[in-house]
T-cell receptor, first 113, second 109 residues
């Protein structure tokens, strides 16, 4: 299994500001994933973060809005930029071992006022 | 078209009942399939993988029909602790996981 921590666990932010979410994994992994889960919805993949290259974004998500860093094989950050109330969601990072099970962090619960 | 589609429910069943969830996926090249369980305000966790031959884990049975691009989960003898949201998940080429919207189950005493 993988142990994943995220910071912050929750935050309440003002419209127009930005929040950076950190994800730390207990071992080295090639790919890290960032998901969003809006209230009452399932998980939507935002982007895949590969160490040493630019993140790959899914349709509907852009780098200017959700910049991602991946400085090493155990850490990644996701920034939610110029926030609006529509960005209120749970943001989860995850890793995948050997193309099999996805392990998730505990999530960051974001509320934008 | 969504990658994965599920009936959102909710399913409200009495203890001891048998309940079945269904899921369809759109990409015929999908490589692996899973059911995840998500408890309220928690992250999703793997319940079981789904194999073409069908597989069983205690009260839980998963089936995959590649021809119809259909996945199912059967829960027998439901327990109160089974109350959760069940997510159908597929892994597509490129190692990308796609999640269904989830099916909500409440087991009633």
């Amino acid at each position: 299994s993988a142990v994943i921590s995220q910071k912050p666990s929750r935050d309440i932010c003002q419209r127009g500001t930005s929040l950076t979410i950190q994800c730390q994994v207990d071992s080295q992994v090639t790919m890290m994933f960032w998901y969003r889960q809006q209230p009452g919805q399932s998980l939507t993949l935002i982007a895949t973060a590969n160490q040493g290259s630019e993140a790959t974004y899914e349709s509907g998500f852009v780098i200017d809005k959700f910049p991602i860093s991946r400085p090493n094989l155990t850490f990644s950050t996701l920034t939610v930029s110029n926030m609006s109330p529509e960005d209120s969601s749970i943001y989860l990072c995850s890793v995948n071992r050997a193309g099999y099970e996805q392990f998730f962090g505990p999530g960051t619960r974001l509320t934008v006022l | 078209r969504k990658e994965v589609e599920q009936d959102p429910g909710p399913f409200n069943v009495p203890e001891g009942a048998t309940v079945a969830f269904n899921c369809t996926y759109s990409n015929s090249a999908s490589q692996s399939f899973f059911w995840y369980r998500q408890d309220c305000r928690k992250e999703p966790k793997l319940l079981m993988s789904v194999y073409s031959s069908g597989n069983e884990d205690g009260r839980f049975t998963a089936q995959l029909n590649r021809a119809s691009q259909y996945i199912s989960l059967l829960i027998r003898d439901s327990k109160l602790s089974d109350s959760a949201t069940y997510l159908c998940v597929v892994n597509n080429p490129g190692n990308q996981f796609y999640f269904g919207t989830g099916t909500s189950l409440t087991v009633i005493p």
